[in-house]
């Protein structure tokens, strides 16, 4: 009774502001437009004949494939196969981070930020420029005629490599906050290094791993772009949902897939929001009460240093064979410099540039703005739906992309809203996977504020909008404008989504350069790749400089 009171009492507020109650209403609608019923879209596909029957056959058919099944298999597999190693290798770069005293540590944040700006199957043409049959290593300098990269050894090496900074970063901050105090009592009492390592780092930061684990997890098994450019013969299932949906016309059998999928990422998500995630926060709060002395000792430095250094060397090898392979004539037999990629772009290559470009700033203050105001509504206003609104906006974070464009052709390909092939589908799709991020960012900038200053300003009389616009935004503008950045650097580079959704009229740099690895012509992918980095670095750099002279840090950028 008690608590029908008080959703009665926060409705009457809510009543009293109409542009509050407009704005509920409307981000409850969007988020069950575009997030809420794609998705019920795939699974009514998956569940329902074209009568409206239920019916489990199409996952009968589905699963009662052999290959299917042993796609499933290989799926879960390289999950765990990828996400032990990368967060191991995670562990180590934030360990040597936090607690020893090396040289270079600025590559480390470095190789943090690589994945995001570039093409998700980045390092897989990298890795096919050096190791594949035309590739530098095994052809021009070991003369081997028969090499095969393809598979799950290429793939979960590529896959390794793109995902361990999400470890790390996780990782980084937790290590960077334990109290160097602990470790020095231990030492004081004649503990050794190693000792403190087992007794005390590690039982801190534990959920950190399993934290880190989690989310690595997520991020390979919704991984597209990888599994098409290096995978081979090893599938996965966000390829083989596209190879069934798409490339045999089989929507029913695809969206049981999908929803196979789909269960796996939520289930995963949802333990490491709800379980693991919480864990990692309790266990290790405050700000360290000193600078902790960091250790130079020959063992660690050769155990832990010398392994991250060797790992961001070959990274940052894979990351330059990009430009330097978009400037010769034909990988792997001719190295003669030229710039005919370029020109084969500048004749007939621009439009995915444009589109590509043009729809991602598009989408960029549609999120940020939105972002902000589901952070807003979640962590300072209370009403009836705000847990729904909370986990439906951060539920698109664990829909792989393949689902979601699966759910967006299904959803508006028929009224009432047709988008299919318009530019609307595109930025619909870059807004609601990239605003996760910022209300993230938003959430924990106003748990950081005190909210008698809003409160203020609402005894003063100004509306939940005024007080939205004049307090709110400025308070947490670092949060907002990192929001911002992050979109634009997302929507630029995304491909497992979009992939389902461009057509004759619009067409995306990351499909365009995946149709050109598919096709053999690395010098012209390799250029596409150069063009799209240059573009994220320049619109970035513009973004970071107009913050700084509006007096935003742009440290509290880099971390969107």
């Not at 890795?127 to 290593?137: D, K, T």
């Not at 960012?441 to 939205?468: C, M, N, R, T, Y």
């Not at 365009?512 to 994220?536: E, H, P």
Request: aromatic residues 12%; hydrophobic residues 50%.
């Amino acid at each position: 009774m008690n608590s029908f009171r008080r959703h009665l009492d926060d409705l009457r507020l809510i009543l009293r502001d109409p542009v509050l109650a407009a704005t509920i209403l409307l981000v409850a609608a969007s988020l069950v437009v575009f997030i809420l019923w794609p998705l019920y879209e795939v699974l009514w596909e998956g569940f329902f004949t074209e009568k409206g029957a239920f019916t489990l056959q199409y996952f009968r058919e589905s699963l009662g494939k052999s290959e299917n099944l042993h796609t499933l298999a290989n799926t879960v597999w390289l999950g765990i196969f990828v996400s032990t190693i990368s967060t191991f290798i995670g562990f180590l770069f934030a360990y040597a981070d936090a607690f020893l005293k090396i040289r270079f540590k600025a590559v480390f944040n470095t190789l943090a930020i690589l994945p995001i700006i570039s093409p998700p199957f980045a390092l897989s043409m990298s890795f096919i420029m050096l190791f594949g049959q035309q590739g530098f290593v095994t052809r021009s300098l070991l003369g081997l005629k028969e090499t095969n990269i393809y598979g799950f050894g290429g793939l979960a090496v590529v896959q390794v490599l793109t995902f361990f900074p999400v470890a790390y970063l996780v990782l980084a901050g937790l290590l960077r906050q334990i109290d160097p105090a602990y470790e020095e009592a231990a030492r004081n009492m004649g503990a050794s290094r190693g000792h403190i390592f087992r007794t005390i780092v590690l039982p801190l930061v534990r959920p950190g791993i399993a934290n880190s684990f989690l989310l690595v997890f997520i991020q390979c098994v919704a991984d597209f772009g990888n599994a098409m450019v290096i995978g081979g013969n090893y599938n996965t299932l966000a390829a083989q949902i596209y190879m069934q949906s798409m490339g045999n016309y089989d929507m029913k059998g695809g969206t049981a897939l999908a929803t196979v999928l789909l269960s796996i990422s939520v289930l995963m998500f949802v333990i490491q929001k709800y379980w693991v995630g919480d864990k990692s926060y309790v266990t290790v709060t405050g700000k360290p009460s000193r600078e902790r002395e960091l250790n130079s000792d020959p063992l660690p430095l050769f155990f832990v240093g010398f392994p991250c250094i060797l790992v961001s060397l070959f990274i940052l090898v894979l990351y330059a064979l990009i430009p330097y392979g978009s400037l010769v004539n034909l990988w792997g037999i001719d190295y003669t410099p030229t710039f005919k990629h370029y020109q084969y772009i500048m004749d007939i290559g621009w439009k995915p540039i444009v589109d590509t470009t043009w729809l991602s700033l598009l989408s960029m203050p549609v999120t940020g703005i939105l972002g902000m105001v589901i952070a807003f509504l979640i962590v300072r206003k209370r009403f009836l739906g705000r847990s729904f609104i909370e986990f439906a906006s951060l539920l698109s974070m664990a829909i792989p992309g393949t689902v979601i464009g699966v759910g967006y052709v299904l959803a508006y390909n028929k009224p009432p809203l047709v988008l299919t092939g318009t530019a609307t589908i595109i930025v619909l799709s870059f807004v609601f996977r990239s605003m996760p991020v910022g209300i993230r960012a938003g959430i924990a900038s106003l748990q950081q504020i005190d909210p008698a200053i809003e409160e203020a300003a609402q005894d003063l009389g100004a509306s939940s909008f005024k007080v939205f616009t004049s307090v709110t935004i400025p308070l947490i503008k670092s949060a907002f404008f990192s929001g911002l950045v992050y979109s634009f650097v997302r929507s630029m580079t995304a491909v497992s989504a979009v992939i389902f959704l461009v057509s004759a009229s619009y067409n995306l740099l990351t499909v365009s350069i995946m149709s050109q690895v598919d096709g053999g012509k690395l010098g012209v992918a390799a250029a596409y790749s150069t063009v799209l980095i240059a573009i994220v670095l320049a619109v970035t750099g513009i973004l970071k400089f107009l913050l700084n002279r509006m007096g935003v840090d742009i440290s509290d950028v880099q971390g969107g």
